[in-house]
Each structure stands twice: as structure tokens, then as C-alpha cells.
């Protein structure tokens, strides 16, 4: 038999509450091994979706299949899955030994194998000496832990995490992030991970998958999301875009001007020109980190923009600085790293826009 490839796929997947549609015809594949993400705003979806593929709420229309089976009618303990949802409600009245092994138990796995099996999973979440414990004698990140180890004792073909670092604050969340991945890439085992936070999304995942309103509005590997965005939804999702309405003029050898409708001219890249056809009427895509700022021109090129303009207002981020812009009487947004000291407010600056930086979308709105 050919090796499999998908640990999971959805095809033509639908989930419908009554009149209300959650999930519109969802195709998607999880390939084996791979680390994907949900990631959309509150409400498109994403729960729905891995609480379908977990057996916990069913399917409406379409086929759920999981390693080369149908699986939309069997029963969830039949699905060799392993979750963490976001309240990762350990039994607080067991011990943390006994919360790992419940999965065991359940399968009836032998007294020797079940010791086995929790201490292998206590030393991969770097927990080893915690076994005897109760759950409130520890913290949030060391029991969000503990959930993980339980969901991966069993050997899961699959592990579904809807937002599992959510509880945990800033810091903690970037350390279980790293730690996180380092056990999927140890077990090797394909997971789904949901998340509404677009650089945990990022860091994380081989493949992205971004969500809205119940449907797939794209995906792929997440630097070929980030840098071609399909949508202005996408481009605004993800990161922080300056979006322009424009026309497009004829390419001069490796780059063509982009007319934005506030008068400003930019450069694009042939491209980006066949990315919408050669369609005259387009939007331009500017990702607020993708521009320069400078207090000099810099002398005018080929593959380049430069455009004039006055800080308004500066956000000071420690590392970075948000610059609010307006230039040619257009409204700009800019996030460049701050060498010493961020430009002030008032400011008379120049914005550099590379050509290959303007992204172009179709015309039309979505
Ligand atoms: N049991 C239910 N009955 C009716 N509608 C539901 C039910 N569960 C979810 N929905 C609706 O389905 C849509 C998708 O919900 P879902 O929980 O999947 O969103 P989500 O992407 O996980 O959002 P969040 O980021 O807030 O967790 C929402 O509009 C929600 O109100
Ligand atoms: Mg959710």
C-alpha cells in the first residue's frame, strides 16, 4: 500500500445548528506528522471543526475521514485521539499518576505498561517528579502540562488542541509554545492546534489554515500566507496592511506603477501583475512592517518608492515603533524596529516601499 498522507481530511464538510450554518463546506487535509493551525476570528468556526473531528458534535453533510477511514459515525472513544481544550479541567480529586492514566485504564492496558507509559509521558512534558501530586498543588502552565501528557499517553493518531495556552499569561504562553512543538516534532504526531493569535499561528504551524465565517479562506505554509495574501481579510488578519484601491499602468521591464486612488504612485513587480491577471483595477496590499522609514530620500530607483510624509502619531513598543502617517493625503500605518530613539510626532519623514512589498489584490471587495 502507497504510504498515507493525510492523517485527517474534511471533504465537503458542513455544520449546521438548526437554520444557523457554522461550518460551509470545509475541505481540508492534515498531513501526517504536520503541525496545522485554525486560525480566524471569534465565531468562524474553528471549535466546531475540531469539536467534529473529535466526535463530539456531529456532521451535518460530508466525510470526516480520519487515517484512510470514514469515520463520521464512530463514536468518539473509538477515535484514538488525544485533546486539550482551553479549560483543561484535570480530575481534582486525582492524583496527577491517576489523571495521566485514566486514558490507560480505559483500554485496559496492564499495571506495568500504564507506569511505564506515565512516566515516559511526565519526562516528555519535563514534569518527571510530580506523579503523587494533586492538581491545585500546581500552577497553570505545570497542569496545562499534565493535560498534554494525558492526551499523549494513549498514543493518539491525532491531537486536537482548541486554544490550550490560553489560560497561561504572556511569558509562560511563549515557553509552553516552544515546548509544545518540541513534542509534536519528538512524537511526530499530526495535530491541530486552534488559536485566535495570529504570531503564536505563525511561529507554529507547517501548514495555516486561516478561517472566517465557516469556511477555509486560505492556506498554506505560513510565510506563503503572510507574504501573498489572498484576501484583504487575510492581509488584515494577519499583521497590520496599509490596503489601497488602485490602477494598474504598463510594466517598464521588471516592475510597473500601481496608481492608488489618493494620487500616490508605487512600484510593483511583474509578479504581483500576474498574480491578478493583468486586471487593471486592483488593490495594493502594503504591509506596515514592509515600509521603511527615514528622515532622507533616498535617491529614486527602479525597484523602489520613496514618498513623503508626517508622523502623526507614534505608538512606542518597546523594540518597535507603530507610526501613524499621513502622506499625499493618505492615511498610513508603518511598524519599523527603533534603533535609539523612535522619529517623533510631527516629524517630516520619507516612506520606502520596495516594489516586490506592494501586493496586489483583485478590485472587487470581499
Ligand atoms: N451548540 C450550538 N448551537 C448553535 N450555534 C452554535 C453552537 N455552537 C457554536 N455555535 C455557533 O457556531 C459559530 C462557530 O462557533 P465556534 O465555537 O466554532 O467558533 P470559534 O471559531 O471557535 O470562536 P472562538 O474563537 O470564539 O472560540 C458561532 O457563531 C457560534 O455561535
Ligand atoms: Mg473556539
Known sequence: M???QHAVELRNVVKRYGEFTAVKKMDLTVPENSFVTFLGPSGCGKTTTLRMIAGLTDITEGDLVIRDRRVNDLPIHKRNLGLVFQNYALFP?????????????????????IAQKVKSALDLVQLPHVADRYPNQLSGGQQQRIALARAIVIEPDVLLLDEPLSALDANLR????VELKRIQRELGVATIFVTHDQSEALAMSDKLVVMKDGIVEQEGQPEDVYNNPSSAFVADFLGHSNIFAGTLAEPSGETAPVQLEGGTTLKTTIHQIERVNRQQNIRAVIRAEKIMVSTNQNPTSNDSTSIPGR??????LGQMARYFITAE???????????????????????????RNCVLLPGHHD
Open 2 to 4: 502507497a504510504e498515507r
Open 311 to 316: 508622523i502623526k502619531t507614534v505608538d512606542y
Open 329 to 355: 493625503g493618505q492615511d498610513w500605518q508603518v511598524i519599523n524596529p527603533i534603533d535609539q530613539h523612535p522619529f517623533g510626532e510631527g516629524a517630516d519623514i520619507f516612506m520606502h516601499i520596495p516594489a
Open 174 to 177: 511563549e515557553e509552553m509554545r
Open 93 to 113: 480529586h486525582k492524583t496527577i499518576f491517576d489523571n495521566i492514566a485514566f486514558g490507560l485504564k480505559y483500554r485496559n492496558v496492564n499495571k506495568a505498561d
